[in-house]
């Protein structure tokens, strides 16, 4: 058995939690079709999100069911992303990724050239388009799915959001679909691919995994700490707002709010159920005016 078969082995399972992880329906309307669409050039393009026009309207699609890679580390958030496709197609350097992402506009700017059909419901898809992005599917002028050509050329992962087809298949087993493409893709050694290294991609997306949890508890801590401008002002907070603050029930908010007003925090001490303890829990949540 050769190293990218063992690959495939040890990572199937690992890869499944951050496929279906980034992969959520999409629970909009109906999908509307788009005949005799056409390719806008933008400098936003890239392998899974551009720029249509149609003889009815003008939008920016982004595909549904998967992620090509970046084409640039420009802002902060483009860098982050590029690391993290660097590490699960297991490249070892971001400028290949960054090689690859503009492979993958190439690719769309050949398969688009000709009039294409669009299906979308118009389903918000967050991005840094300042007219925002709508997610959609492309039916080339072959016939062919532009998301599963991406993926069975080795040029975008199975990866986001995804719904029920156009042409009725379900999100479930469009998903399967397209980690098939890319099981085959990885094998043929076709793309971004070509240039994997087996005997490191799980260690790489290993790395990823631990990054991801260690934000998410950073996260987390901060969600559980309130910061100076999310303190309450004893004078104004509702009695819902108070009863966020952690030992502050119902009782003790119409308690505060019965004790108004207030010129200093310390004056909580004669609200009854607080006392010095108390008031050093409750203190750093809470301001008097611009205390």
Known sequence: MNGLNKLLIRTLFLTAALMFGGIFSSYADDLQMFSNARLVNNPAN?????????????????????????????????????????????LSHAARTI?????????????LAKPFTVHTAFASALGRSAKGRVYGFITTADGDDLASLLVKNGLARTHGMGRKTSNGIPRNEMIERLRDLETSAMLKRVGIWSESDPDRIAEFRAEQRSEDQELKNLQSQVKKTKSPQDSLDLNTA???????????????????????????????????????????????YVVVGKE
């Open 238 to 284: 509702t009695e819902k707002e108070l009863q966020s603050i952690k030992g502050v029930g119902p009782v003790l908010a119409k308690r505060i709010i019965t004790g108004r007003p207030y010129k200093i925090v310390g004056d909580l001490l004669k609200v009854k159920g607080i006392g010095p303890n108390n008031l050093e829990k409750i203190r750093p």
């Open 46 to 90: 890239d392998g899974d999100s551009f720029f249509v026009e149609t003889n009815e309207k003008s939008f920016h699609v982004r595909l549904y069911f998967v992620d090509c890679p970046e084409t640039s580390t420009s802002s902060k958030s483009d860098a982050r992303r590029v690391r993290e496709q660097t590490r699960y197609f297991g």
């Open 99 to 111: 090689h690859f992402g503009n492979e993958a506009k190439t690719f769309i700017e050949g398969i």
